[in-house]
């Protein structure tokens, strides 16, 4: 077996300082002695000299570094860190060299994403299951009652069924939303390239949404370059994003009141925006109105016909556009939602 002196091995050091993974060098006592890039970007605060004890003093880890290096076969620890946000780790941990003590070498894998992924499934799958379970149960026990004490009454039938109805619609709105997501998540790594006017898209919407305004007594304001403005985009995607913010804008705006809808073109960009004069939206929830299935308020959303995931399809359409999206509200002075997306041309201009 061949003895690596790690504290006077430039080699070994200069092959870690060159790994792509996080990894760190411990000394007999635990002192950093070579760090990877990686590893500098992941635990900022360890620095070569430094005792790893110090910057993570978790005690199960301390521990299995301590059997390691005292001859024990190598190990695998988890490692969650709550501040100043939470991070989870995988550390195997290994030792180099023989001796009565050895130096130990660390490898980190951050389970971070992947910790936050797997909660967000989990919670998407019981929120979706929730969001189809309660119109199912109101469906079935309307059959139910239809079969049995009101089997012969024709005036509850006729309303159950007109409520079965808008149940099963509900139903139908909330599968398409969630098809419609995944497969914009599908697509998400190819940035579509077909020139399209958003202009012309903003006044298909409008045109096709005066009806909903006017059951609402609201207001549709259009403002418009009068030359097409074009953007790589998917038509149907953009279509959706715009018929999503401004349904949004009417059934969730003051009655009888105005929605601004505007198109203007930027420095390379063009953006789509639109103004409601509603109750506006206090600022703890516009953080989280993308998420999935989060509402401001729930009964309001479920009144109006909403699944919890159209401002979620509008995020992740933009995204894959490779553009961004603001939202602007204060509480009493309603609410402003603007997709900014690069204009056609200058993506690959630049």
Same mark, same amino acid.
């Given at each position: 077996?061949?003895?690596?002196?790690?504290?006077?091995?430039?080699?070994?050091?200069?092959?870690?300082?060159?790994?792509?993974?996080?990894?760190?060098?411990?000394?007999?006592?635990?002192?950093?002695?070579?760090?990877?890039?990686?590893? $500098?970007?992941? *635990?900022?605060?360890?620095?070569?000299?430094?005792?790893?004890? %110090?910057?993570? !003093?978790?005690? /199960? =880890?301390?521990?299995?570094?301590?059997?390691?290096?005292?001859?024990?076969?190598?190990?695998?620890?988890?490692?969650?860190?709550?501040?100043?946000? @939470?991070?989870?780790?995988?550390?195997?941990?290994?030792?180099?060299?023989?001796?009565?003590?050895?130096?130990?070498?660390?490898?980190?894998?951050? %389970?971070?994403?992947?910790?936050?992924? @797997?909660?967000?499934?989990?919670?998407?799958?019981?929120?979706?299951?929730?969001?189809? $379970?309660?119109?199912?149960?109101? +469906?079935?026990?309307?059959?139910?009652?239809?079969?049995?004490?009101?089997?012969?009454?024709?005036?509850? $039938?006729? !309303?159950?069924?007109?409520?079965?109805?808008?149940?099963?619609?509900?139903?139908?709105?909330?599968?398409?939303?969630? %098809?419609?997501?995944?497969?914009?998540?599908?697509?998400?790594?190819?940035?579509?390239?077909?020139?399209? /006017?958003?202009?012309?898209?903003?006044?298909?919407?409008?045109?096709? +949404? &005066? =009806?909903?305004?006017?059951?609402?007594?609201? &207001?549709?304001?259009?403002?418009?370059?009068?030359?097409?403005?074009?953007?790589?985009?998917?038509?149907?995607? %953009?279509?959706? =994003?715009?018929?999503?913010?401004?349904?949004?804008? *009417?059934? #969730?705006?003051?009655?009888?009141?105005?929605? =601004? *809808?505007?198109?203007?073109?930027?420095?390379?960009?063009?953006?789509?925006?639109?103004?409601?004069?509603?109750?506006?939206?206090?600022?703890?929830?516009?953080?989280?109105?993308?998420?999935?299935? #989060?509402?401001?308020?729930?009964?309001?959303?479920?009144?109006?016909?909403?699944?919890?995931?159209?401002?979620?399809?509008?995020?992740?359409?933009?995204? !894959?556009?490779?553009?961004?999206?603001?939202?602007?509200?204060?509480?009493?002075?309603?609410?402003?939602?603007?997709?900014?997306?690069?204009?056609?041309?200058?993506?690959?201009?630049?």
């Amino acid at each position: 077996m061949v003895d690596i002196t790690v504290s006077h091995s430039a080699t070994t050091r200069h092959m870690i300082e060159a790994l792509g993974a996080p990894v760190v060098l411990l000394d007999e006592q635990g002192f950093a002695q070579a760090l990877s890039p990686a590893m $500098r970007a992941l *635990i900022p605060g360890l620095e070569i000299g430094k005792l790893l004890a %110090l910057v993570l !003093r978790d005690p /199960d =880890l301390n521990d299995a570094i301590e059997h390691v290096a005292l001859g024990g076969d190598r190990k695998t620890v988890e490692l969650v860190e709550r501040v100043p946000f @939470e991070r989870a780790f995988r550390i195997h941990i290994a030792a180099l060299g023989a001796g009565r003590r050895r130096a130990t070498l660390l490898t980190f894998q951050d %389970l971070s994403e992947q910790r936050v992924i @797997e909660r967000m499934r989990v919670d998407f799958v019981a929120n979706a299951s929730h969001e189809l $379970r309660t119109p199912l149960a109101s +469906l079935l026990g309307f059959v139910e009652t239809l079969q049995g004490p009101a089997r012969n009454d024709e005036r509850a $039938r006729e !309303r159950f069924l007109g409520i079965m109805r808008e149940q099963g619609l509900r139903m139908a709105r909330l599968v398409d939303d969630l %098809l419609s997501l995944s497969r914009i998540e599908q697509r998400a790594h190819v940035a579509p390239d077909t020139p399209v /006017d958003l202009a012309g898209i903003a006044r298909e919407i409008v045109d096709s +949404l &005066t =009806l909903m305004a006017r059951e609402r007594e609201v &207001t549709l304001m259009l403002r418009t370059p009068r030359e097409p403005l074009q953007v790589p985009g998917d038509r149907d995607e %953009l279509l959706r =994003l715009m018929e999503n913010l401004v349904e949004n804008a *009417i059934k #969730y705006g003051k009655r009888s009141g105005e929605v =601004l *809808i505007t198109v203007e073109a930027g420095e390379g960009e063009a953006s789509f925006h639109v103004r409601d004069d509603g109750p506006g939206i206090a600022p703890e929830h516009l953080p989280r109105l993308t998420e999935r299935f #989060y509402r401001v308020d729930t009964a309001a959303s479920r009144e109006a016909g909403g699944t919890g995931l159209g401002l979620a399809i509008v995020k992740h359409i933009v995204l !894959r556009h490779r553009g961004r999206l603001t939202i602007e509200s204060k509480p009493g002075e309603g609410a402003t939602f603007k997709a900014i997306l690069p204009r056609f041309g200058a993506q690959q201009a630049g």
